[in-house]
């Protein structure tokens, strides 16, 4: 059974900077693809950054491009989400997520497994 379990969320004033983590169970992830969305209040889920840790493949949304840095940590099975420069419009609720699919796991994670979110508040 995959578990994905995230922590780090918080409050943080605008400019500031928090790290997310996701512990990984249940699969060999270094075969998997791992990503991290998002999801403000009245707004969908949005993709946010994705890796594949066997080539060190990276992606991310424009919208934080150059500001977020996603890694791994694969004898911890930990992903992480280093997030600086934070806007208000980063708020919401952060998800871990993983699939074997590239093409999911960079846009809707259909067909992958979700962690239940962590709440990233930031403020202006």
């Known amino acids: 059974q995959v578990q994905l379990v995230e922590s780090g969320g918080g409050l943080v004033q605008a400019g500031g900077s928090l790290r997310l983590s996701c512990a990984a169970s249940g699969r060999t992830f270094s075969s998997y693809y791992m990503g991290w969305f998002r999801q403000a209040p009245g707004k969908e889920r949005e993709f946010v950054a994705a890796?594949?840790?066997?080539?060190?493949?990276?992606y991310y949304a424009d919208s934080v491009e150059g500001r977020f840095t996603i890694s791994g940590d694969n004898a911890k099975n930990t992903v992480y989400l280093q997030m600086n420069s934070l806007t208000p419009e980063d708020t919401a609720v952060y998800y871990c997520?993983?699939?074997?699919?590239?093409?999911?796991?960079?846009?809707?994670?259909?067909?992958?497994?979700w962690g239940q979110g962590t709440q990233v508040t930031v403020s202006s």
């Open positions: 890796i594949r840790w066997s080539s060190g493949n990276l």
């Open positions: 997520a993983t699939n074997s699919r590239w093409s999911k796991i960079t846009t809707t994670n259909d067909g992958g497994y």
